[in-house]
């Protein structure tokens, strides 16, 4: 078996350039899982950041299963996602801990319209060339959901959050400069060819 640390924590496919959610959410999920020890399981041996997402898994942790994690961390970043985590804080906020479940399942269901017909899962799995997901698939996304509302899953998402909130002002500030530098080469052309 792979040590946990050897894992790649790349979603199945790149976030697309541009879509600062998706970066910022897989880039702060590869920090996170990348980070050192959390500590010592019960056998002396060091504790990973994915054994506790995993927590509610009992097999043997896999490099499609991390994937598939990194992937589902980058989605999170988009407004699909944005939107599952405002429905399991605001509208399922008095459900408990399995809330963001819970909105993760009324998500990926099959609808007539979404997706092609498609479940959500599947759009991330076709993404990264995998045609077909599993049931293991699933059970390591419904582990994830299950972890968000602890205090490591709320620390990634204010981790992930402030990143994305930093790269939009970042891009928000260079696209005024920008737009500042044209209005100027604009104005002084104008002013130089009526002179």
Known sequence: MPELTDFD???????RPGFIGECAFAAVWKAAMTAPSAGR???GS?????????ANFHLETTQRD??????MASWLGTNCGYSILHRAEHGLAG???ERYLMAWAAENT???????????????AEKGGCMEFTVRDLEVCD??????PTSEGQAFLAAARAEY???RDERDRNEARLWREHVAKATSAAAGASA
Do not use: C
Request: zero cysteines; proline letters at 6%; charged letters at 25%.
């Open 66 to 71: 991390v994937s598939i994690l990194a992937s």
């Open 95 to 97: 459900v408990g801990y």
């Open 9 to 15: 924590h790349e979603p199945l496919a790149s976030p």
């Open 143 to 148: 582990s994830m959901m299950l972890w968000l």
């Open 110 to 124: 099959r609808k007539r319209g979404i997706n092609h017909f498609g479940r959500t899962i599947e759009a991330f």
């Open 46 to 54: 060091d504790e990973h950041p994915i054994d506790a997402v995993l």
């Open 41 to 43: 399981r019960w056998d």
């Open 165 to 167: 909130a930093r790269q």
